[in-house]
């Protein structure tokens, strides 16, 4: 395919329908140079490089929030331990920017938090930064609205895709429906990017996409299972945020399904140790039992057992002015929420919508446990001062707004990235490099990096958690391009990885660095009238986009 953004523009200038330009051709009809279908955080990053870049965008989202894991899904940011210096791009530490930004603006910090530069609003211990979700999209909405306010940019809030218009490997338009109205629109473009959580776009469109877990003897990986199993697929979470005013009662309903939860035992290989609503789970790396601790009050660990509290909290009331918080606030995204009992890809959509629900039934168990029978540190039970927080994640039941999905569909790639390329111990099998010597694979086409242990949680196919050691790594450009369709560019956890490799290609920094190396790609693509597969196939022009993403910030290696 040779795209070329002039005749695309000529085109649809001379139809009937056009007012002007790239605006907007009828109320049903839109045409820009990229649509984005799905508002996730790698969407956000997408159309703000598509923009910076020029290019007039319109960007879907299936709920009222923008920013995916960061925001409707309500989870702070799993990072790296370098993130503050190195192994994200420019654009992603603006993002981390804006948001301290924001509290140092907004909130009442005491002094010596608002001279902090490294200022961790939750003070939590899954992240350096630990914010509200309603803050994060505070800044991304903050981010686009110039481009709104000029036309530059159309988002269509709670819109998802319903069919696409496909001529032979390139897609035409794709129509959404406004899950309020009922309304349909056609959204034509030169270019589509999937930026949705679960890959929505790969089978309206006919492109070619694999779900689940590979067979060993398919790709060679050390953690990859003996037989496929394209049902078996990572827990999703229902995350929910709570405080916690001692003395008070703030005990929930009884949840409809607490007697099954209440009871639920997981039937898993390894085993796991009893009750998922107990603080006994599975320890990620051995697979024996582990202690977990909760305590309101206490510090990151009690006694020197990991503090649930803490670890993903996001408001810590020291770092504020004394009484402007009730407590601190925590974010409950734990081993007791992992929904695993059904997936969100490859069942219909009421029977999606079904798990959906019980994945909420098993978060509001868990708070009533919590709240009702959880061991308290003094020998006591339950802590009823626990307090939902609706109004942080903008939903009537308290409830995140979306599920946190850990995998999706994945394209069928010009490469897929296996476990040898990135894993700490296969990638020493493969290489005969001692463990403690070894580097990930080095990509010749990377377009942004990344790194996180390789972490599978519990999945529906009765593994328990798959956790062990990665290497800092490469996104090569081969992983977001399909094996044959010509127009349409994964932007999160879509690309070409395996069930496996997925565990470490999933967060937040990568996820961005995904987007905006799609954005960017799309711009080079329509500026170099070539088409995507040309530009990797190409050296010159590889070398050329390469460098025209560095000089934006994209860092292509670790340094």
């Keep these: 395919m040779n795209l070329s953004r002039r005749h695309f523009v000529s085109a649809i200038a001379a139809s009937p329908l056009v007012y002007s330009g790239l605006a907007r051709a009828t109320e049903s009809e839109l045409s820009r140079d990229i649509v984005i279908v799905g508002g996730s955080l790698g969407g956000c990053a997408a159309a703000i490089a598509a923009l910076r870049n020029g290019l007039t965008v319109v960007m879907t989202e299936e709920s009222d929030w923008i920013g995916g894991q960061l925001t409707s899904q309500g989870v702070p940011p799993d990072e790296h331990r370098w993130i503050e210096t190195a192994g994200a791009n420019q654009s992603y530490r603006q993002l981390r920017s804006r948001i301290r930004q924001h509290y140092r603006k907004h909130y009442p910090l005491t002094d010596s938090a608002r001279r902090n530069p490294t200022l961790n609003p939750g003070n939590g211990n899954v992240s350096r930064l630990c914010a509200e979700p309603r803050v994060s999209l505070a800044v991304l909405e903050d981010w686009l609205a110039p481009f709104l306010a000029t ?72 953690h990859a299972a003996e037989t496929a199993n394209p049902e078996n697929q990572q827990a999703f979470t229902m995350c929910f945020a709570v405080d916690h005013l001692a ?118 168990s868990l708070l009533y446990w919590l709240q009702t029978e959880a061991p308290r540190p003094d020998g006591g039970t339950g802590f009823p001062g626990l307090r939902l927080r609706a109004d942080l994640m903008g939903t009537e039941d308290g409830l995140a707004k979306m599920p946190y999905v850990r995998e999706s569909r994945h394209i069928k790639a010009q490469f897929t990235v296996l476990e040898e390329h990135v894993g700490q111990e296969n990638r020493s099998q493969v290489t005969g490099q001692p463990v403690k010597d070894v580097t990930a694979a080095v990509f010749a086409d990377s377009v942004g990096v990344g790194s996180y242990p390789i972490d599978l949680h519990p999945s529906t196919g009765g593994d328990n958690y798959i956790d062990f050691e990665s290497l800092r790594f490469q996104i090569p450009l081969g992983s977001l391009l399909p094996v044959r369709m010509k127009n349409l560019i994964p932007a999160c956890k879509n690309i070409g990885t395996t069930h496996v490799t997925s565990g470490c290609y999933r967060l937040h ?31 010159s022009l590889l070398n050329e986009f390469q460098k025209s993403i560095r000089q934006q910030g994209v860092e292509t290696e670790w340094s």
């Design 151 to 222: 036309g530059q940019l159309v988002l269509l809030r709670e819109h998802v895709p319903v069919s696409a218009d496909v001529e032979g490997d390139s897609v035409k338009a794709v129509t959404v429906r406004s899950t309020k109205s009922g309304d349909t629109r056609i959204l034509r473009g030169l270019y589509f990017v999937d930026a949705t959580e679960l890959g929505d776009l790969l089978p309206l469109t006919g492109t070619e996409f694999v779900t689940g877990s590979e067979a060993r003897s398919e790709t060679r990986e050390l």
């Design 247 to 364: 003395g008070e009662n703030h005990t929930i309903d009884r949840p409809d399904e607490y007697a099954f939860w209440q009871d639920f035992v997981p039937q898993m290989s390894p085993a796991w140790p009893g009750r998922l609503l107990d603080f006994t789970y599975t320890h990620p790396r051995t697979g024996a039992p582990k202690r977990l601790a909760f305590d309101p009050d206490g510090g990151k660990s009690v006694n020197g057992v990991l503090n649930l509290w803490t670890y993903r909290r996001m408001i810590d009331d020291t770092l504020f002015e004394p009484g402007r918080f009730d407590s601190d606030i925590s974010l409950i995204n734990w081993p007791q929420n992992d929904y695993f009992l059904g997936n969100l890809v490859g069942v219909t959509p009421g029977e999606a919508a079904r798990h959906v629900r019980r994945a909420k039934q098993l978060s509001l």
């Design 509 to 539: 920094p990568v996820e961005w660095g995904i987007g905006e190396a799609a954005g960017c790609l799309v711009s080079f693509a329509l500026q170099k009238n070539q088409s995507p597969h040309a530009i990797r196939a190409t050296p």
